[in-house]
């Protein structure tokens, strides 16, 4: 049985090349048709690839057709020419524990095409697509993705500015269920703030803006309460998180201005999360007790922080990778071999393990 | 023989902080199982130690400074197998680790296991009064290292320098949950070993009574400071550090002092 993997990913193919197999999730049946054994097809924005496992070799060309005539966009054009990769047996392997594991993601880290591989698995084995062959692979990529995610520190953080912030409200007030959160400014950045926020159990939110029409209208979009743009100095007495994103040349908070605001709220930290260009808030009221204040370079700062600890961690998340891809071929020449065994055939070579043995 | 199951009862607290200092070396800290069977284990050894040196005293192994030290070390270990769980167990245990390595150390370390030459009669109401107030130690013990935690978190997040340990903290506002918690615990326990110490039947060294008094002052002017005159958490988190250091060191002096008493 020869196990390979056909795809293309961000790494070889652009967004237009990509979305032409968009929708082609559901392709395993002509996969069989075209002679795969076995067929899983993972398609996500950043890539689609077939993992299969077939009697005969079956052609990326003939695999790429069979994606495109299942494609939502179904334009059944020429696949020459496209960038599509091929892995083979052990290279195979390790590609989809490297997939699952986040190491091949646009961001390295990423646990969202864990998710997507565990439903890809889920769906072609409920359409009889996956059988003995993929399912074991599938298994063990997943108890690798695991291990990578707990033995190294490949996701740690956020790497995007507004996770970062999500993250931080979250490290500062644990539960955001009972957090008051006022968005000032009905800005684009602070409106994915404030939904990201709202995503994470964010109940109380008060949207203030320069333009009260334009303050309405994101406050009925995201479920929020909207607020008189003078009357958001008195919100802060009240509120935990301030999201400010104005247009305003001149700092609206001060130490000055917010120290009155927090004298009856020494208790509760709040946290700050200045997105405008130029700044809404004075750095010095970083400086004030229980205020945290981050602005857009320092959530990127932060981001970034993140990015370069989960790259440093991608050696660590290899040697996973790799101890397990050998145990995985030794397992399978193993079992082989005692099948070997039992019905008579020659046994395999543990060199010859490659793609027709497994 | 006691002595060595207090050596080996070092030896497993010391694994749980050399393994912490290793992780936070390589920027790969993660709370594990290790540091809280570490500790549970040093504590079995700690208790082992402590059930053998009263039985061989016939009472609270609390006759002198080196036992007062172990006690307190239990009492440590103690509340944070009870709290622990509550807010990040093994995290909390690599901060405690340090703590109670440093006290069985010095206990180890200096000519303090000094025999009485009398042997020192058993008093229930006595002992009752010097446990109590050294489990209440353990608590402030553990509010100076949830205090420690609450610094590193603010630090970390004031200057967006965010290091490993930071994603393994506990949020800010459970964490000063916890600080207060403790502060409680610990001040309704001594000042129930306060109380009961007027109630031994002994004349109690002024010099003791003194400086108990000046403990229990020192934490009802940081509760007293949180309720009425609304400090910051992040001064609350200071002054449990500094507080705790004071107590320690009263408490060195109130053992001395009690050296010469009859119980510390």
Known sequence: MNLFCVGLSHHTANVQTRERFAGSAGAEHTLRTAGCAEALVLATCNRVEVYGASEKRVSTDEIAQSLLQSSEVGDGGHTSGLPFYRYEAEKCVQHLFRVASGLDSMVVGETEILGQTKKAYQSARASGAVGPCLHRLFQRAFRVAKQVRTRTEITRGSVSVGSVAVDLAQKIFGELGNCKVLVLGAGETSERTARALISRGVNDLRVSNRSNDRGQELAQRVGGQAVQFDKWPQQCREIDILITSTSSETPLLTPTNLEPMLANRVDRPLFIIDIAVPRDVDPAVNEMEGVYLYDIDALRSVAEQSLAVRRQQIASAEAIIAEHVADFLEKVSSELNRVSRITGHPPVADSSLHASQL | ?264
């Open chain 2, 1 to 264: 023989m006691d002595r060595y199951l207090l050596i080996i009862s070092t030896i497993c607290f010391l694994a749980a902080v050399v393994r912490t200092a290793i992780a936070l070396r390589a920027g790969v800290f993660r709370p594990g199982r290790f540091n809280f069977l570490a500790i549970g284990l040093g504590f079995l050894f700690q208790t082992a130690f402590m059930s053998i040196r009263g039985h061989a005293l016939g009472r609270c192994p609390l006759t002198n400074l080196f036992e007062v030290f172990i006690f307190l070390a239990w009492s440590v270990a103690l509340i944070y197998m009870l709290v622990g769980p509550a807010y990040r167990l093994s995290l909390m245990g690599a901060f405690t680790a340090p703590l109670v390595v440093l006290l069985q150390g010095l206990a180890l370390i200096a000519p303090i296991d000094v025999r009485h030459p009398v042997k020192v009669p058993a008093n229930s109401s006595l002992e009752f009064h010097a446990s109590v107030s050294l489990v209440a130690y353990g608590a402030f013990a553990l509010a100076c290292i949830a205090g420690v935690m609450y610094l590193v978190q603010d630090r970390q997040l004031k200057t967006h320098q965010l290091r490993s340990i930071f994603y393994h903290l506990p949020p800010l506002t459970d964490l000063f949950a916890a600080i207060i918690r403790l502060l409680w615990l610990g001040f309704i326990l001594y000042t129930a070993g306060i109380a009961s110490g007027f109630f031994t039947g002994q004349p109690l060294p002024r010099v003791q009574v003194v400086a108990a008094i000046a403990v229990w002052l020192l934490y009802a002017a940081i509760l007293q400071g949180r309720y009425f005159r609304r400090i910051a958490p992040k001064r609350v988190a200071a002054l449990c550090i500094i507080g705790f250091s004071a107590a320690l060191t009263l408490l060195w002096g109130i053992t001395f002092s009690a050296q010469t008493h009859s119980v510390p």
